[in-house]
């Protein structure tokens, strides 16, 4: 391997961990809020049914922002909408920090989901232009594990951070993380000198140069599987990132310092899935021979059905039975996680990822506007989280049909004739 190869691949696994780097501390930004649940009310005297919207409204700016923010990454590039987003998202956790009312709380929320509106459909442009198909799963595990990392360590962190000084000064402490990840994007990230697919001798996927549009990719039924797919994933996902500590110590009567700690075990297990399963074993297998897409297919709908493993939950009041189950659900539906990602730029041409990113950003979005507050009328109206739960096995259901019948084999859709 020469000079220029040695660097072309310690670059490229540079720019991965930059990117999760980033998600990890905007996913900080996210769960700050779950961790101060109990605060919240103290200091503004919210219900469940307000908390539900309050988590959700993240999600309502970030949503509308995806299809657009597509357009935008295939237009301007990850470098220079990723600078603006990064520092937009920084002065929007300083603001959740000293607003004197929940409307100024709501504000900074929604400004948040702004900010971070480039986040996954730019990483995986970034994958996208950095690695070859067969080394894909494994980039983007990295990123997509630091989003079940973030919970794994930003719960307890955060919540001793809470417990200490206050809620307010642990929404300083992720802004200021945030200013960090601004400064280290802006110095680091660059769009590598030649796409890795130009580099293959047999790529996978002919790019004529020519995107194609949002609604032509919109109207594709594989695409369609696969927003029904992982918006499943996406439902459970921000179920149990919004109200798992709120279950734990409502329904397992679990004191607040020991939720935050066991709200950690999950996302931890979750963070390992992502990464081992979804991908490097997804890599390792395509590497030696394997058919690529039964691999990836056999991962994305074996994971997802393991995330029917929330039902064990629903009427269990013994932790460690609770535990085990939720670690079952969000585990498999982590290792399905990378692999959805990085089908993005498997059916997408390479001109037209962001912008099929960002659809299926947005319909991940509209799981998570849902998530918690569905949840929040049925904890608050049935005092339960079994009803919740089964909303959640429901529509992971439903995805798995989306996957199976709809998307089928991950490949090119066909060109815009």
């Known amino acids: 391997m020469n000079q220029a190869s040695t660097a072309a691949l310690r670059d490229k696994w540079k720019i991965a961990f930059l990117l999760g780097i980033g998600v990890l501390i905007n996913y900080f930004d996210r769960v700050n809020l779950s961790v101060s649940h109990e605060a919240l009310y103290a200091t503004f005297g919210i219900s469940d049914i307000t908390f539900g919207y309050l988590s959700a409204a993240y999600n309502w700016t970030y949503a509308l922002c995806q299809l657009p923010i597509g357009v935008i990454l295939d237009t301007f590039g990850v470098r220079r909408v990723g600078r603006i987003s990064t520092f937009i998202w920084s002065i929007a956790t300083f603001g959740a920090a000293i607003t004197p009312n929940i409307s100024g709380f709501f504000g900074a929320r929604l400004l948040l989901g702004v900010g971070e509106a480039p986040s996954f459909p730019g990483n995986a442009k970034a994958i996208g232009l950095w690695f070859p198909q067969k080394e894909r799963s494994l980039a983007t595990a990295i990123f997509d594990s630091a989003a079940k990392l973030a919970p794994a360590l930003g719960v307890p962190l955060l919540g001793i951070f809470l417990i200490r000084f206050g809620w307010r000064w642990s929404f300083a402490f992720t802004g200021l993380l945030s200013l960090f990840f601004f400064a280290l994007f802006y110095f680091v990230y660059r769009d590598p000198d030649v796409p890795a697919d130009a580099e293959t001798d047999q790529p996978e996927q002919v790019d004529s140069g020519e995107p194609l549009s949002l609604w032509y990719l919109m109207r594709q039924k594989k695409v369609l ?42 996302w931890l297990f979750a963070a390992v899935t992502d990464i081992v399963v979804g991908g490097w074993l997804a890599d390792s297998l395509i590497q030696r021979g394997w058919n690529a897409d039964y691999v990836r297919r056999a991962i994305l709908i074996g994971g997802t059905a393991l ?78 989280y079994a009803a919740a739960f089964g909303v959640a096995a429901a529509y992971l259901i439903v995805g798995i049909m989306g996957y199976w019948f709809l998307m089928g084999k991950i490949e090119p859709v066909p060109a815009n004739l």
């Open 307 to 384: 995330g029917l493993g929330i039902l064990g939950a629903a009427h269990t009041h013994s932790a460690p039975v609770a535990l085990f189950w939720i670690s079952i659900s969000i585990g498999g539906l982590s290792a399905a996680a990378p692999i959805g990602w990085a089908a993005t730029t498997l059916i997408a041409p390479r001109s037209s990822v962001g912008t099929l990113g960002g659809i299926l950003n947005f319909s991940n979005q509209l799981s998570g506007i849902a998530a918690p507050i569905i949840t929040g009328y049925l904890v608050y109206h049935r005092q339960s």
């Open 225 to 266: 599987g696969l927003l029904l797919g992982f918006g499943a994933y996406n439902y459970v996902f921000y179920l149990l990132l919004t109200w798992l500590p709120s279950y734990l110590a409502q329904s397992l009567h679990i004191d607040l310092l020991h939720s935050f700690l066991y709200t950690g075990a999950p």
